[in-house]
């Protein structure tokens, strides 16, 4: 038997679908783009003494920590249950995807202060401390962001550059995606700083951030590149709830979550004033909360918050939102096989432990 048949019985031995086996190949050669694009600018930039390499390198090292490729799994999904053949557009439109993903978490972990992503410390933390164990001249905060800032622009340039070329629909799409992913994260800064308990800015921040950027932009970027506009507007509804409820379990991992299982830091968010619906809701209801979050008093928060009524209005709202989600796929025009395998999708993203 052929290796390649041999894999497909093997999977389906696993109770895959044939929707899944071939979003799978084609995640597989997203992974291969992103290794073959990364190592050619890894050359293009690397000189004898190391020097201008740096951005690319960290990019690279991000890239290859891990990550659970989510968007480049919905903007292919979309695009293969909208009926689009395998392809080399697609591909570079999904690891353009992951790679402005990338330059997010990078600037994103300079806003948080945040020393570790995937495992590692992040960009900024780690050049920060190769300029303080050189003793160079100057500030190694200042350095290590200042590197990181770098590589998240080289990260944002490289997925504009992988998505050029593609058509007016697409790169309207591809620019609100981006837009949006700004403005959510300008409102998330701002929120931590007035430290203001409001629960519905705290749902417009998760539906920018995630429910638009991490499901239904990409999702429509997908139908799009399959020249399917009309499934790109019926996916609007099921990504937005979606996004929203991915969104909330994220902001409930770090909150109760393992570090262990889920691979990063927890508690972060309490220890730095973020806006999310679970403190805004507790703010809410127990003025006490707001001096402990002043306070940085993560771990106590956790005590107090864990088991409460506020933790399962959150957990309630997921509940609503995936069932949102779900019903919304009713009306679009899709194959039952994809029906189930977005309904199958929505589960997994709400529910999880990481």
């Known amino acids: ?18 929707a899944r086996e071939e979003l799978r190949a084609m995640l597989e050669e997203v992974e291969g783009c992103l290794r073959a694009f990364l190592a050619r600018e890894r050359f293009r930039w690397s000189r004898p003494d190391g020097r201008g390499a740096e951005p690319a390198l960290a990019v690279s090292e ?16 979309g695009y293969l249950a909208a009926g689009g053949e395998a392809g080399d557009v697609p591909v570079r439109a999904a ?31 780690r050049h920060a401390g190769i300029h303080r164990d050189m003793g160079w001249f100057g500030e190694p905060r200042r350095y290590g962001e200042a590197m990181a800032i770098l590589a998240g622009n080289l990260a944002w340039a490289y997925a504009d550059h992988l998505m050029a070329g593609t058509s007016r629909a697409v790169a309207g799409e591809w620019f609100d995606l981006k837009a949006e992913l700004i403005a959510g994260q300008a409102m998330d800064v701002t929120g931590a700083a007035e430290l203001t308990p409001d629960p519905e800015l705290a749902r417009h921040i998760a539906l920018l951030k995630s429910g638009r950027y991490t499901v239904h932009r ?33 902001d409930l991992i770090d909150a109760f979550g393992d570090g262990v299982v889920s691979g990063k830091p927890v508690r972060q968010d309490f220890g730095r004033g973020k806006m999310t619906l679970l403190l805004a809701l507790a703010m809410r209801s127990d003025g006490r909360i707001r001096g402990l979050v002043e306070r ?31 019903d919304s796929l009713d009306g679009a025009d899709l194959t039952p096989e994809w029906r189930r395998e977005l309904i199958a999708t929505a589960s997994s993203a709400a529910y999880r432990e990481r």
Do not use: N, W
Not at 302 to 321: F, K, M, Q, Y
């Open 95 to 125: 690891t353009a995807l992951e790679l402005l993903h990338v330059a997010a978490l990078v600037h994103d972990d300079v806003m948080d202060d945040a020393d570790r992503r995937r495992g590692r410390p992040t960009v900024h933390a």
């Open 218 to 250: 990409p999702l429509a970027l997908g139908a799009l590149l399959a020249g399917r506009a009309d499934l790109a507007a019926a996916f609007q509804p099921y990504g937005e709830a979606l996004g929203e409820a991915f969104q909330l379990r994220d």
């Open 1 to 18: 038997m052929p290796a390649s048949a041999g894999g497909t019985a093997s999977a389906r031995a696993h109770g895959d679908t044939p």
């Open 296 to 326: 940085g008093e993560a771990e106590l928060l956790h005590e107090r918050l864990s088991g409460t009524a506020v933790h399962a209005r959150v957990e309630a709202r997921i509940d609503r939102l995936v069932e949102r989600a779900c």
């Open 62 to 77: 991000l890239v290859d920590a891990g990550g659970k490729r989510l968007r480049p799994r919905f903007l292919l999904s």
